[in-house]
């Protein structure tokens, strides 16, 4: 034992007394901790540490939904063709369940395909005849609509210079004729998309005959393929998909029809020429919310005011306002609104989005998958929530199912 000095407490031989902190070095280690006791070099606040956790992951969503756009974009014939296919699919299944009730499946499958052939083909026939029968007459009237819009133009408010229709319509055949050759190659290049979307129908028709008629052992192979533990999610997630799909497309192939009858008889009561193919342009128009009926009614008004005069092109016009006040306010909420429950906005929106992507073809896919993602979304969710009992603890057990009654009884 040794004495440290006078005062001090004895300190064993060989043994280290402990250094004890400077005053400097006390005050930097406070100054360094945080009310949390974490470095100052660590600090940072959780709504930043939050945010940044949110931004790379929404990042790196963002790349894999970028890449499969791509992917997507480069096998462009065999999706369409699949898309395509669950149209079929989805219309026709329930007339292939009715049939299939008395008949063999394959049989019920053949006959609903072969209606459908001749059901749409004669349509399209007739609008195709409609076209030839009417072409003289219109071409008739065409040349006349032409010089009554020209002189039309020249009085008040307008007071264009006389001749500017048909000096256009001049115009247009002198640039027709000097540029041939390029609009040959385009006619070639035309061409090879009819070959392309006539493959991709076929296509669509191999697959939709195996959807309709063993659809449900294909997933049910599919959901053998997965984890025993997550089969049943995505059977959940599966089958909402498929309901919000199959709800979508009958429902717009029904406003769509009913939007095309519409504008059948109206522009028959104003005897506009070449209501059939306006008619088939009208339901083809509409399968592209919000902007396809008027494009469409946009085309007859044209076809009005050259064959019928100013006032008929108005009240075509005025067509535009009518079915889109139906549409909106009658068709959408009571055919669609029990399958789709997506704001006009998201629908505006991804409209745009869909057309900035892909054209057209993105524009009519834009809605029915945004509407199967939200459809997804929205069901594990709800599945996800606990269930509670009155004053306890979440209950123990598998989740109840959206809207379905107590088990005591009460709503």
């Given at each position: ?279 088939v342009l009208e339901f083809a128009a509409t399968l592209v919310p919000l902007i396809g009926s008027p494009i ?116």
């Open positions: 034992m040794g004495v440290n000095g006078a005062g001090r407490r004895p300190v064993p031989l060989g043994s280290r007394r402990p250094r004890l902190p400077s005053h400097r070095a006390r005050a930097d280690t406070r100054a360094d901790t945080t009310g949390r006791g974490q470095p100052s070099g660590e600090h940072v606040s959780p709504g930043l540490r939050t945010a940044a956790g949110y931004t790379w992951r929404l990042a790196l969503l963002g790349l894999v939904a970028f890449l499969a756009v791509e992917v997507l974009t480069r096998l462009e014939l065999p999706v369409v063709a699949v898309f395509v296919a669950l149209v079929i699919t989805s219309v026709l299944r329930p007339p292939v369940d009715l049939l299939a009730r008395t008949m063999p499946r394959s049989l019920a499958v053949l006959i609903t395909l072969l209606c459908t052939t001749a059901v749409v083909g004669g349509v399209l026939t007739l609008a195709g005849t409609t076209v030839a029968t009417e072409w003289s007459r219109l071409d008739n009237e065409l040349r006349g609509g032409l010089t009554r819009i020209d002189h039309w133009l020249t009085r008040a408010p307008f007071h264009l210079r006389p001749g500017t229709v048909t000096g256009l319509r001049a115009k247009i055949g002198e640039f027709v004729s000097a540029h041939r050759s390029a609009l040959v190659s385009t006619a070639l290049t035309g061409a090879s998309r009819v070959v392309e979307l006539v493959t991709g129908l076929a296509l669509a028709v191999f697959c939709s005959v195996f959807f309709l008629h063993s659809g449900e052992r294909m997933w049910s192979w599919a959901q053998q393929q997965l984890p025993a533990r997550s089969r049943s999610g995505w059977d959940r997630a599966g089958r909402a998909a498929w309901r919000t799909f199959a709800g979508y497309t009958r429902g717009v192939l029904i406003v769509a029809a009913s939007n095309a009858v519409l504008v059948g008889i109206a522009l028959a009561i104003l005897r506009v020429p070449l209501v059939m193919p306006l008619i469409a009614l946009a085309i007859a008004a044209v076809v009005a005011l050259a064959a019928r005069g100013p006032v008929i092109a108005l009240l075509v016009l005025a067509l535009i306002v009518v079915i889109g006040q139906i549409e909106g306010h009658l068709l959408h909420p009571l055919v669609l609104s029990w399958s789709v429950r997506i704001h006009p906005v998201v629908i505006a929106v991804s409209v745009a989005g869909g057309a900035v992507l892909a054209g057209v073809l993105g524009a009519v896919v834009a809605v029915p998958v945004v509407s199967v993602a939200w459809a997804v979304l929205g069901e594990l969710r709800s599945h996800g929530r606990p269930r509670r009992s009155a004053g306890g603890p979440p209950a123990a057990g598998p989740p109840a199912r959206p809207g379905a009654a107590d088990s005591t009884g009460s709503g």
